[in-house]
Each structure stands twice: as structure tokens, then as C-alpha cells.
């Protein structure tokens, strides 16, 4: 990557390293920041091939991982934490993430443990069928070893400061993609180091994930997407000239790039709308319309896309919710005709 926008962001001291993942989404950028301490933001996989590109990386600007002294985390998918333990234990680094993350990266194997539980409550109260379930969770225990947990030695309250001798990071927590996404507000050099809150080439998913307060009771679901609009809509206020993504290019017009996102939403709002007819049906059953057979290969990732947008039409009042011995079944409210 070479564009412009790199060359400046280069200047400002903060390098993108991609490091290749084994998933869909292909690399994804950690970021070398040249400053006091000497700072990467977020690890990449735990996998040797990631490990050997991002040293490879670090290498092409004379660093070494023993040579990091703060790790920052910008949220829990294992993508961009994978890593961390390993670049921890090897540079004695410190780990700075949002205070809420730090009892999910201390205790990684019973978070996602509780996380799989959640997920396999949610998709059998939505009508996705057992063996889909099942076959699922055997896929994400699979992936559950590219990543990892650590000690967080530095948890950040959301709205404190990340103080770099160079540079002041503001922290900010911006839920939807995942519930403790965080970016980093570079106010001087109007720089945001913005993980997958906002990524050019693709739609960041509003993934529905386990409250991580409650008890993560499949029916007191969060709302994704809601939570992601009211999100982007706060991050749409900042005077950001470049918006540095978990993956892919750099983001100059965010503006333009949440309004399109949230043109999407409407429109696939109102497609869902159309798809749900006069009958009552489950969100996996209106998952199946929309995306066909994707609708069982990425089960849950479709079930979150289509609840996310039912929960905007239920506010609406366009759509009620109701409760059919365990399974959730959605209904279009029918506008009564005009007398
Ligand atoms: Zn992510």
C-alpha cells in the first residue's frame, strides 16, 4: 500500500502491517506506531504465518516484536488478538484495552465458551435447526484456537486518554460490530485508528454477541445494528480526515461512507419488510429468502443481518415479535386501510 493517504499516515509515525488470516476477510492491519512507548495496535492470528509476516513487517522498519512496548486491542474477534499472547510473553509488553474486555481476554477459553452457548441459544430460538446448530459450533470450536487471552495491564474507561509521548489517543467504545469495539481519536492529526467499526470495501456486520454484563439469556438479545447506528452516527461528528481501518484501504470521506452505509440499511429494512409477506416467520426463514443457500452456510452471520433489521422495523412498529413455545417468530403489523 502505497496510496497518498499511507505516505501520510507514515509520516505521522503509524505504519499498517497486513497480516494474512485464514479467514473470508483476508488481512487484516495491525499498526506499528513509531512513538514512546513503541505501540502496535491490534496482533492478527495466532498462526505461524501471521507471525512470521508481522515480524517480517516490523523487520522492514527495524523493529522486532521483542522490541513492542504496548499492545492495544481494538475488540475480541480472533483476528486481531490472536497473537497477543505470544507478542506479550516474547516483549514483555503492556496490553491496553477497554476495561470490559479485560475479564473476556483474562479468562479467553470460558468467555468464548459462554459465547458458543449464547449463540447456539440464540440460533435454535430463531428456527435455525439443530444439525445446522451443531455443525456450527463444531466450525467455531475449530477457530477458536487462532486466538488467545491475556493479562490486560492497562484498561481503558471509554472517553479517557491513551497518552503516547508523541501523540494523545482518545478512547472511545463504539458497539455494533462486535458489543466492545473501540477506536482511537487522534484529535491532533484528525487520524482514527478505527479496527472494523468502519471498513471501505465491505459492511461491517452488526454480529448479535452474548451481553457481556448480563447472563447472557438468549431472549434479552442485544440490538446489533441499533446500537451500531447510534455508534456511526457518533462517530460521523468527528473531523476525520483518514480513518484507518482493521482491514483494507484507508477511509478518507467516513461522512460519506456512513451515509451510504446507512442507505443500505434502509433499503435492506425495507427488502426484509417486503420478503416477511403476510405470514409469520422465523428470521432464519426470512434469512433463506434473502441470501438462499449462504443462509445456511453462514448461519449466524445472516441470522444477525436479519435480526439486526427486523429490531429497526419492530421500533418502526412495521414488525412485532412473538413468542411461539421457545421460537421466535416475526410478523408484519398490517396498517389498518383508511376509513
Ligand atoms: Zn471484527
Not at 499516515?9 to 494474512?20: E, Q
Request: contains cysteine; glycine residues 8%; hydrophobic residues 40%.
Amino acid at each position: 500500500m502505497s496510496s497518498p493517504l499511507t505516505a501520510e499516515a507514515a509520516h505521522a509515525g503509524v505504519h499498517c502491517l497486513p497480516v494474512p488470516t485464514p479467514f473470508l476477510v483476508g488481512r487484516v492491519n495491525c499498526y506499528l506506531i513509531e512513538d514512546d512507548p513503541l505501540t502496535l495496535v491490534d496482533c492478527g492470528p495466532n498462526s505461524g504465518k501471521a507471525l512470521d509476516e508481522l515480524e517480517r513487517a516490523l523487520a522492514a522498519h527495524g523493529r522486532t516484536v521483542e522490541e513492542l512496548e504496548l499492545i492495544v486491542v481494538t475488540h475480541q474477534h480472533i483476528d486481531h488478538i490472536g497473537l497477543v499472547e505470544v507478542l506479550q510473553r516474547r516483549s514483555g509488553a503492556e496490553v491496553a484495552a477497554l476495561d470490559r474486555l479485560s475479564g473476556y481476554l483474562g479468562d479467553y477459553r470460558r468467555a468464548t465458551e459462554l459465547d458458543d452457548e449464547f449463540a447456539v441459544a440464540l440460533m435454535l430460538r430463531h428456527g435455525i435447526p439443530e444439525e445446522i446448530v451443531q455443525a456450527l459450533r463444531s466450525v467455531t470450536s475449530a477457530f477458536r484456537g487462532w486466538g488467545s487471552g491475556t493479562t490486560v495491564t492497562r484498561p481503558l474507561a471509554d472517553g479517557s486518554q491513551l497518552a503516547l509521548r508523541d501523540r494523545t489517543l482518545d478512547v472511545l467504545h463504539r458497539p455494533g460490530h462486535s458489543p466492545l469495539d473501540t477506536i482511537f481519536w487522534d484529535a491532533e492529526r484528525e487520524l482514527l485508528l478505527g479496527g472494523d467499526h468502519l471498513i471501505k470495501h465491505i459492511s461491517s456486520n452488526p454480529l448479535v454477541a452474548r451481553p457481556l454484563d448480563g447472563d447472557g439469556d438468549a431472549a434479552a438479545r442485544p440490538q446489533a445494528l441499533r446500537s451500531y447506528i447510534a455508534s456511526l452516527t457518533a462517530t460521523r461528528e468527528l473531523p476525520a480526515r483518514i480513518v484507518l481501518s482493521g482491514h483494507g484501504e484507508p477511509v478518507t470521506d467516513h461522512r460519506t461512507l456512513i451515509d451510504e452505509r446507512f442507505a443500505l440499511t434502509e433499503r435492506r429494512a425495507a427488502k426484509i419488510l417486503k420478503l416477511l409477506g403476510e405470514e409469520p416467520a422465523t428470521a432464519h426463514e426470512l434469512a433463506q429468502r434473502m441470501w438462499g443457500n449462504v443462509a445456511v452456510t453462514q448461519a449466524f452471520l445472516t441470522l444477525s443481518e436479519v435480526l439486526g433489521h427486523l429490531d429497526l422495523l419492530c421500533v418502526e412498529g412495521a414488525v412485532r415479535e412473538r413468542d411461539d413455545a421457545g421460537v421466535v417468530r416475526f410478523e408484519a403489523v398490517l396498517q389498518t386501510a383508511a376509513s
